[in-house]
Structures are given as C-alpha cells and as structure tokens.
C-alpha cells in the first residue's frame, strides 16, 4: 500500500519561507518516479505547483518560487516556497505516479497516488 505523508505547513507572515516535506511508503522517489505538489484553495480548483520527473527537480512549475527537490536517502521530497504571499494560501498536497508523460504533466487527473494534505496559510 502506498502511503505518502505531508508535513510542514503552518501559519506565515507574507514574504516568509516554508519547506513541505513528503515522505513515502509503498513507494520509492527514484529517477523513475513522477512526482508532483498541488494546492487546493477554499472554493478553487486544485492546481498544480510543482512537478518532477526522472528525477530532474522542479520541471513544469508555476514561475520562481516554487522549487522541487528530493532526497533519496529519506525518500522524501521537498517544496520550498519563497516570497509567500496571502494567495499562496491552502492546502498543499504530495503526489506521485510511475508513468512518464510526455509534453504538461503537473495535472492532477495524471497522478495516482496522493497524501492527505498540509495547510499553508500567509498572513498579510
């Protein structure tokens, strides 16, 4: 069973940083592995943020800052956020496939495995 645990939100001024973690079980972040992070805010759409393939770190994100990074010795994967602003506010969630796709795939229906989620809140 695949099992994959966010951590690392919490409540930030704008402008601040914050580093989520995602630690799996069931499933290894290897150089075959898709990764991805989205985030859902109240009454949107979930998004994608940041995603990552064949283990080349952040590839199909939202502009600058938003990294994607990964350690394989904890199997975990990582994603810094920067600047924070208030709309930078929901939930964050981990998520990971074993299919390569070619062309967009920081897509949320391309994903089979995901966590429960982090809250990020930017204060203003």
């Known amino acids: 069973e695949v099992q994959l645990v966010e951590s690392g939100g919490g409540l930030v001024q704008a402008g601040g940083s914050l580093r989520l973690s995602c630690t799996a079980s069931?499933?290894?972040?290897?150089?075959?592995?898709?990764i991805g992070w989205f985030r859902q805010a109240p009454g949107k759409e979930r998004e994608g943020v940041s995603c990552?393939?064949?283990?080349?770190g952040s590839l199909d994100s939202m502009k600058g800052r938003f990294t994607l990074s990964s350690d394989k010795t904890k199997n975990t994967v990582y994603l810094q956020i920067d600047s924070l602003k208030p709309e930078d506010t929901a939930v964050y969630y981990c998520?990971?496939?074993?299919?390569?796709?070619?062309?967009?795939?920081?897509?949320?229906?391309?994903?089979?495995?995901w966590g429960q989620g982090t809250q990020v809140t930017a204060s203003s």
């Open positions: 998520a990971a496939d074993r299919t390569y796709y070619s062309g967009s795939f920081c897509m949320e229906g391309l994903f089979d495995f």
């Open positions: 069931g499933f290894t972040f290897d150089d075959g592995a898709t």
């Open positions: 990552s393939r064949g283990g080349r």
